[in-house]
T-cell receptor
């Protein structure tokens, strides 16, 4: 069974701080995705990483895919209150089944 | 158009009611999904439709009945639900179900309350 472990589960920081969220598995994934979800809304796709060692940047967000394609990280620089939300990593299940989600990281950024 | 539209946004229903949730996408995606999400938890997969055929049913109770009338529409029929079925129900679509086609676009969800 493919599982994705996310850490930390909860994170409460002040505006301007940096943070990193981790997504780990014992299984190899062909790709991993990161989503952000705000309360009462559906998840919104932030990025997909496909190649081992790949680094992608989206403004203040930096995403990295591990060399062995078993883990990924999301780093936010100078967090802002608008970054508040539930961050989910997800990977395609075996045989092209639907997405498997990690348990999520709830981020709260206060001003 | 990169939207997945779900209606209604909120629904309150009694345990003896029958209701339906609706989902629509016009991105030409051939895979559509229903997920259930409880507060502060990740989405849990319920059903997958691929090319309008049900391909995955994650052992969902029969009081939930999915339907895919065409490639753009997905319904979830609800009957005799229990209070523990109260949750955010999310519809999503993707280009396909192959491992490289699972980038999912989600609707805003239907907040369902069973009383």
């Amino acid at each position: 069974t493919q599982l994705l472990e996310q850490s930390p589960q909860f994170l409460s920081i002040q505006e301007g701080e940096n943070l990193t969220v981790y997504c780990n598995s014992s299984s190899v994934f062909s790709s991993l995705q990161w989503y952000r979800q705000e309360p009462g809304e559906g998840p919104v796709l932030l990025v997909t990483v496909v190649t081992g060692g790949e680094v992608k940047k989206l403004k203040r967000l930096t995403f990295q895919f591990g060399d062995a394609r078993k883990d990924s990280s999301l780093h936010i620089t100078a967090a802002q209150p608008g970054d508040t939300g539930l961050y989910l990593c997800a990977g395609a299940g075996q045989a092209g089944t639907a997405l498997i989600f990690g348990k999520g990281t709830t981020l709260s950024v206060s001003s | 158009d990169t939207e997945v539209t779900q209606t209604p946004k909120h629904l309150v229903m009694g345990m003896t009611n029958k209701k339906s949730l609706k989902c629509e996408q016009h991105m030409g995606h051939r895979a559509m999904y229903w997920y259930k999400q409880k507060a502060k938890k990740p989405p849990e997969l319920m059903f997958v439709y691929s090319y309008e055929k049900l391909s995955i049913n994650e052992s969902v109770p029969s009081r939930f009945s999915p339907e895919c009338p065409n490639s753009s529409l997905l319904n979830l029929h609800l009957h005799a639900l229990q209070p523990e079925d109260s949750a955010l129900y999310l519809c999503a679509s993707s280009r396909g179900t192959g491992v490289m086609n699972t980038e999912a676009f989600f609707g805003q969800g239907t907040r369902l309350t069973v009383v």
